[in-house]
């Protein structure tokens, strides 16, 4: 992989992600409730958690060239901010950290000791697959380290493989083989299961009526979503982000984890330049990681 590169495709799927997630996530608005998947939201776009991590991701492999646990764990803990909408077991186990707790016992101790499968891991990753672009093995052994962090359940590590490797051959991908490549890195889980189904479906409503659309904030019913509206719309930014938004359920999450995908394979000339505009900046703290 050529570091530079690899470097620009991250950026760019960080950019399509939080523009994503700040997209959808004035869906959930009250003021905004009236408004359809074709419309444009008034501006500013504030972005989320999906966002906040996924800065904390980005600015790990700039510095350490891999997944450092450590240092990545205290990011997140310290990079927190609860206005973000972090989930309540992302908060919990998070200040947790915070607090000066090993996160391998945190993580592990979560949701009754089973470890989360939820959907944070995967929301998050899109930039670490840009980043392995062509190496699918590199950017789903990664994308493993990235998420034991916080999901230690094995559902919600294989969202984020899933995710990791198809951002990792969007540049080459047709949608079948990016699909193929998912099947081939993720392990037997229900997120694989769905991913499998995924790719017979044809239409946003069915794909979310038969994997879901995120309402449970799970790995498995966002992800294989998720998927199916990344190769489905991988020359078009704006359909797939207002597709998610359209089917409804966690649709920042959704249209996060779709844009990071688009853009880590067709960069960010695809994203409107209103929608940009509208997109409120990223934090000042990550200019400065990446100097």
């Known amino acids: 992989m050529n570091d530079h590169r690899g470097r620009a495709l991250m950026r760019d799927s960080l950019t399509g ?11 959930f608005l009250h003021a905004n409730r009236h408004l359809t998947a074709a419309d444009l939201p008034g501006a500013p776009w504030e972005w989320s958690d999906d966002t906040e991590m996924a800065c904390s991701v980005v600015a790990c492999l700039h510095r350490h060239g891999r997944i450092d646990q450590d240092a990545l764990a205290t990011s997140f803990a310290t990079r927190m901010d609860m206005g973000r909408r972090y989930g309540a077991g992302a908060l ?13 016992g945190a993580s592990v101790e979560s949701f009754g000791g089973n470890g989360s499968f939820g959907n944070g891991a995967a929301m998050r990753v899109a930039p670490l697959g840009a980043y392995y672009t062509g190496d699918p093995a590199r950017a789903a052994a990664e994308a493993s380290l990235q998420a034991e962090i916080t999901h230690a359940h094995a559902e919600g590590i294989a969202g984020a493989v899933a995710v990791a490797v198809a951002a990792s051959l969007a540049t080459v991908s047709t949608p079948e083989e990016l699909f193929e490549a998912a099947l081939d890195h993720t392990p037997e889980t229900y997120v694989r299961r769905g991913i499998q189904r995924a790719r017979k479906l044809k239409t946003p409503e069915q794909a979310a009526q038969s994997l879901g659309n995120g309402f449970r904030i799970t790995a498995q019913d966002t992800v294989p979503f998720a998927l199916w509206a990344a190769a489905r719309y991988l020359d078009d930014y704006p359909a797939g982000i207002r597709a998610c938004v359209a089917v409804g359920g966690d649709m920042d999450t959704t249209a996060a984890i779709v844009g990071g995908i688009i853009t880590a394979g067709r960069g960010g000339d695809g994203i409107p330049a209103e929608w940009l505009d509208a997109r ?12």
């Open 17 to 27: 992600l939080s523009v994503g997630d700040a997209f959808g996530d004035q869906f």
């Open 280 to 291: 409120e900046p990223l934090p000042g703290w990550l200019d400065e990681a990446l100097g």
């Open 92 to 104: 919990e186990l998070l200040e947790r950290i915070r607090d000066g707790h090993p996160w391998r």
